[in-house]
């Protein structure tokens, strides 16, 4: 029997950032949002698994995109891929799985419309150490 999907290691996703420093974000059916993620199946590597969620979830095709950085989060492990255009210009067809998701969105993730949505915890971990706003102690400053 295979170890996948018993330990958070096996959670793989994609963050997708734009020109403007717009997020690729997903609204769970649960209300929360996140990066485009999910568990990765037997015998994928991370990136294999993590490019099948970007496509399941948010519509996206990653296949013939770089990505320049892999780093581990809270609850998985994400590749980042950076959009040196407008996010709300990339195509995103109909996600596979809508009953998942309730909705795909280019988002400011420092924005004062989105400050008050529910967040899942990478996502969270992610604004905290990304915030332009955030207080630093002095010693790092």
Same mark, same amino acid.
């Given at each position: 029997?295979?170890?996948?999907?018993?330990?958070t290691?096996?959670v793989v996703?994609?963050?997708?950032?734009?020109k403007q420093?717009?997020?690729?974000?997903?609204?769970?059916?649960?209300?929360?949002?996140s990066?485009p993620?999910?568990?990765?199946?037997?015998?994928e590597?991370?990136h %294999?698994? $993590?490019?099948? !969620?970007?496509?399941?979830?948010a519509g996206?095709? +990653?296949?013939?995109?770089?990505s320049?950085?892999?780093m581990?989060?809270?609850?998985?492990?994400?590749?980042?891929?950076?959009f040196?255009?407008?996010?709300?210009?990339i195509?995103?067809?109909?996600s596979?799985?809508s009953?998942e998701?309730?909705?795909?969105?280019?988002?400011?993730p420092?924005?004062? %419309?989105? $400050?008050h949505? !529910?967040k899942?915890a990478d996502l969270r971990a992610? +604004?905290?150490e990304s915030?332009?706003?955030r207080?630093h102690?002095?010693?790092?400053?």
């Open positions: 029997m295979s170890s996948l999907g018993k330990d290691k096996d996703g994609v963050i997708c950032l734009d420093g717009k997020l690729l974000l997903v609204q769970g059916a649960g209300g929360k949002w990066f993620k999910g568990r990765r199946k037997e015998k590597t991370p %294999e698994g $993590a490019l099948r !969620e970007a496509k399941e979830e996206i095709d +990653l296949s013939d995109e770089k320049f950085l892999s581990g989060l809270r609850f998985g492990t994400y590749f980042w891929y950076y040196d255009t407008n996010g709300d210009t195509p995103l067809a109909a596979a799985t009953d998701i309730l909705q795909t969105a280019w988002i400011s420092h924005s004062d %419309e989105f $400050a949505q !529910e899942n992610y +604004l905290l915030n332009p706003k207080k102690s002095s010693k790092y400053c």
